[in-house]
């Protein structure tokens, strides 16, 4: 069964789940807003610049998940996705979902973003099988920490072969869709690589290797677009 594998942040949302926790939380009152959101776009503008130091981040980000009781993180993130997260999922994502299935395709979301907010969004994208950084949960809490090797750049591709390794799957005939250049090291792998609505590095990377450059964020997914997947898929492309 071929994969269909896609990145989370800014390619089946219209938005980054991440920072738009962290904002959540300053709305909220439940961290320091002006100390928070200047660590949080600080941060963020590191991940756009491919600079981030994701073990830094991930101490900063998981932080509050160990300063409250998981119930409460529980009620906060349902409210979390109620209004931040449901306003910018993509029908045409969903769409895009879909065709894979139809064809017999297995969908796989793979993230940096931590496990505890992406959870209920792979679900709400009906979505089983999900590889994202895992926050370590000890004795009833989380601790801050987070285990194993972060789901990012060259840990996406790690974590995912792990994945492979443990689904007896592989990646013949497999797709990636990704918005950001961080994920070079996995569009290198895969047989099928896209771009979704990239960003400038990630959209010359792309022209320049002929892979297929699409938009999700059109409100729906046009045939234009997607053109027909076969079986075996051959790809598509905007650009």
């Not at 949302?13 to 600080?42: C, H, K, T």
């Not at 981040?57 to 409460?72: G, I, K, Q, S």
């Not at 089983?128 to 090797?149: C, K, M, N, S, V």
Request: charged share 25%; aromatic share 10%; proline share 7%.
């Amino acid at each position: 069964m071929s994969l269909a594998i896609f990145d989370l942040d800014n390619t089946l949302l219209n938005g980054d789940s991440d920072y738009l926790w962290g904002q959540f939380l300053v709305e909220q009152g439940i961290v320091d807003g002006a100390v928070f959101m200047e660590a949080n776009a600080r941060f963020y503008e590191d991940y756009r610049n491919g600079c981030l130091d994701i073990a830094r981040f991930l101490e900063f980000a998981l932080r509050p998940l160990a300063e409250h009781e998981p119930e409460v993180l529980l009620r906060w993130r349902a409210s979390f996705v109620a209004t931040k997260i449901v306003p910018i999922l993509l029908p045409a994502a969903r769409a895009l979902i879909d065709k894979h299935r139809e064809v017999g395709h297995l969908p796989v979301i793979i993230t940096a973003t931590n496990r505890f907010v992406t959870e209920p969004i792979a679900e709400l994208y009906g979505i089983e099988h999900l590889i994202a950084t895992t926050p370590e949960f000890q004795d009833g809490r989380y601790t801050g920490r987070f285990l194993g090797i972060p789901c990012f750049r060259d840990g996406k591709v790690a974590r995912l072969r792990q994945w492979l390794e443990d689904h007896g799957q592989d990646l013949e005939g497999s797709w990636f869709y990704s918005d950001s250049h961080n994920d070079l090291p996995l569009l290198s792998e895969v047989t099928h690589p896209v771009a979704v609505d990239p960003d400038p590095l990630l959209a010359r990377h792309a022209e320049m290797r002929g892979w297929p450059i699409i938009s999700l964020r059109q409100g729906v997914c046009p045939e234009t677009h997607l053109g027909r997947l076969e079986n075996p898929p051959q790809p598509f492309r905007i650009k």
